[in-house]
């Protein structure tokens, strides 16, 4: 089956740093989903984008499909943005998604 | 809008007992229904999925089971928990509309089970 590799698996920053979350998969896929999971374990979905770029606030997204990785972006830091993220992406042919292992993410005051 | 509902939040449970964890969807119709398990706050485990009442496939062999009575609800049960079924559980669903990889998933809060 399709796999999911996500980098790095731990990022510790200061409040106001930038950071890039990358996930790389193994397969053509037909779209792709970044979560965040915060400190009480809400998933709560980020982005749905099969490919381009997307931009919510602070967050934004690229996925370049033909060479099957995802990123995402996070500027001006807030403490609130600690939790794990994760990307999820559709396996061709089946109904489900296949989830990435995460980054955990530490935003230090 | 659609919400899902999941309960209890948090329990805690002695080995071989049995567990039913409930997950409901509401504002939507005939969704696709999926349970995970989360370990060790990370990686999620795609336990069961469900396209329609009563179609249950099994991602992973182990002492849990699921069941969907109705359209919008789905159970996960076990006769005689084990340790190793501690963890996060989570339900999720999908609209089913158009192919299914154009629709997002949306999660439930999550059920935090701990065996004893």
């Known amino acids: 089956g399709i796999q999911v590799e996500q980098s790095p698996p731990d990022l510790i920053l200061q409040e106001g740093a930038n950071s890039t979350l990358r996930c790389n998969f193994s397969?053509?896929?037909?779209?792709l989903q970044w979560f965040h999971q915060n400190p009480w374990g809400q998933l709560i979905n980020l982005f749905y984008?099969?490919?381009g770029t997307k931009q919510n606030g602070r967050l934004s997204a690229t996925t370049v499909a033909t060479e099957r990785y995802s990123l995402l972006y996070i500027s001006s830091s807030q403490t609130t943005d600690s939790g794990v993220y994760f990307c999820?992406?559709?396996?061709?042919?089946?109904?489900?998604?296949?989830f990435g292992q995460g980054t955990r993410l530490t935003i230090n005051p | 809008s659609q919400t899902i509902h999941q309960w209890p939040a948090t329990l805690v449970q002695p080995v071989g007992s049995p567990l039913s964890l409930e997950c409901t969807v509401e504002?939507?119709?005939?969704?696709?229904l999926y349970w995970y398990r989360q370990a060790a706050g990370r990686g999620l485990q795609l336990l069961f999925y469900?396209?329609?009442?009563?179609?249950i496939s099994s991602e992973v062999p182990q002492n849990l089971s699921a069941s969907r009575p109705q359209d919008r609800q789905f159970i996960l049960s076990s006769k005689k928990l084990l340790l190793s079924d501690s963890g996060f559980y989570l339900c999720?669903?999908?609209?089913?509309?158009?192919?299914?990889?154009?629709?997002?998933?949306?999660f439930g809060d999550g059920t935090r089970l701990s065996i004893l």
């Open positions: 999720a669903w999908t609209a089913k509309r158009g192919r299914f990889s154009d629709q997002p998933q949306h």
């Open positions: 999820a992406v559709v396996d061709q042919g089946a109904q489900k998604l296949v």
């Open positions: 504002g939507t119709s005939n969704p696709n």
């Open positions: 469900s396209v329609g009442i009563g179609q």
């Open positions: 984008i099969p490919s």
């Open positions: 397969d053509s896929v037909n779209n």
